[in-house]
Structure formats: structure tokens, C-alpha cells
């Protein structure tokens, strides 16, 4: 098993552009989430999804969009980049929902110019 | 909404020295869970706490959930350079999916 693949690893935009930081995980995981980890601030969770088909915001939603059509993949979208959106970001997943443990990938580091 | 506060957010020790990092939830919490992130990686799950006045231990890591369950501290005995990291705890409250993070604790030891 890969556990939960992030791409990619470092990117650099202009402020307006947009982008789509792409998540997987092959462990059949029910529960997908975003976070972003900026300096003093900890893990903020961005959006979670329970399932294939249902998504919901988290602390931070703004500026972001995410879909879940598989079981596999939660992408998560900037429609229109900001340097506020320069963070680290990190998919978790996990089986189930509320006792279960996450599972991180290793992280997208974003710079908006 | 709910928030977990995490302190100290760094410390310092020499090695051998002990160490101890505490959460505390506004709210009642479900659960808490302990993750270690190293520097330039990801977090890595440590530990869950379920039960009232819970404690678990793995080697010289002591995880305690408080009787209210709304603070919880990871207590590391006799610090080695392997222990350097940030340490996170993050908490439920019941059927709630939202998993809320303290700003995390950055250890540094001394050699």
C-alpha cells in the first residue's frame, strides 16, 4: 500500500492563478480532510469528507473548493490564489469517522507570489 | 466552536531532562489523539485516549486523559535527540467529524 499520496510536493504560483492539489489514498478509507499547517497556528482543517459524494467545511474553507467522487480522491481546488494561501498542506484519511486514527501524506508546500 | 489550546509552544532541554506538553479543550471531547511530526515531515499518529482518567504508556511516552476529559498531557521521561519534533494533540467531540488540532508543542533537545 502507498497510504495517502499527495502531488505535488512544492509549487509556486502568482496571486488569481489556480490550481488543484491532488490527494489518494488506496487503503479504502472512508474519511478524507485537508489541512494547512502555518507557523503558530497549528493543523486547521480546510474541508472533510465522510464519503464518495459528500464533502463539508472545516475552520478555514474559504478561497478552497474539494469534490469527492471516489472513495480514493479528494482533491482540494484554489479558485483564485492568494498569498494568505501560502501554507504547507496536508490530506489526512482515516476508516472510519469519529475514533479512528488519521493518516497523513507527506505535504504540499505552496507559495503564492 | 471548539478550540484546543496547546502549551508550551517550544521548549527547550537537555538531554535526559523530562518533558511535558498539555492540551486543554473548552469542550467535552470524544476522544483525544497525540501525533509527533519531525522536522520537513508529516504528523505521525502516536496514541488515542478514549476512557475518563485514562493513561497509557509506550516506552518512555505517558499519555493522560483527564477525569473531565477535557485536558490531556504526554509526558516523556529522560529525553534523547530521537524525541526533537512537534508534537500535536487533536480532539473529538462525540459524532462530531471535525477533528480539532492544538498549535502543537516544538521540542527541542540538547545534546
Known amino acids: 500500500n502507498a497510504g495517502v499520496t499527495q502531488t505535488p510536493k512544492f509549487q509556486v504560483l502568482k496571486t488569481g492563478q489556480s490550481m488543484t492539489l491532488q490527494c489518494a489514498q488506496d487503503?479504502?478509507?472512508?474519511?478524507m480532510s485537508w489541512y494547512r499547517q502555518d507557523p503558530g497556528m497549528g493543523l486547521r482543517l480546510i474541508h472533510y469528507?465522510?464519503?464518495?459524494?459528500?464533502?463539508d467545511q472545516g475552520e478555514v474553507p474559504n478561497g478552497y473548493n474539494v469534490s469527492r467522487s471516489t472513495t480514493e480522491d479528494f482533491p482540494l481546488r484554489l479558485l483564485s490564489a492568494a498569498p494568505s494561501q501560502t501554507s504547507v498542506y496536508f490530506c489526512?484519511?482515516?476508516?472510519?469517522?469519529?475514533?479512528?486514527?488519521?493518516?497523513f501524506g507527506s505535504g504540499t508546500q505552496l507559495s503564492v507570489l | 466552536g471548539q478550540q484546543v489550546m496547546q502549551i508550551p509552544q517550544y521548549q527547550h532541554v537537555q538531554e535526559g531532562e523530562d518533558f511535558t506538553t498539555y492540551c486543554n479543550s473548552s469542550?467535552?471531547?470524544?476522544?483525544i489523539q497525540w501525533y509527533k511530526q519531525r522536522p520537513g515531515g508529516h504528523p505521525v499518529f502516536l496514541i488515542q485516549?478514549?476512557?475518563?482518567?485514562e493513561v497509557k504508556k509506550q516506552k518512555r511516552l505517558t499519555f493522560q486523559f483527564g477525569e473531565a476529559k477535557k485536558n490531556s498531557s504526554l509526558h516523556i521521561t529522560a529525553t534523547q535527540t530521537t524525541d526533537v519534533g512537534t508534537y500535536f494533540c487533536?480532539?473529538?467531540?462525540?459524532?462530531?467529524?471535525?477533528?480539532?488540532f492544538g498549535i502543537g508543542t516544538k521540542l527541542q533537545v540538547i545534546p
Open positions: 489526512a484519511s482515516s476508516f472510519g469517522q469519529a475514533r479512528e486514527k488519521l493518516f
Open positions: 487503503m479504502n478509507h472512508e474519511y
Open positions: 469528507s465522510v464519503g464518495a459524494g459528500i464533502t
Open positions: 469542550t467535552t471531547l470524544s476522544n
Open positions: 485516549l478514549v476512557k475518563s482518567g
Open positions: 487533536a480532539g473529538r467531540t462525540g459524532g462530531y467529524q471535525k477533528v480539532t
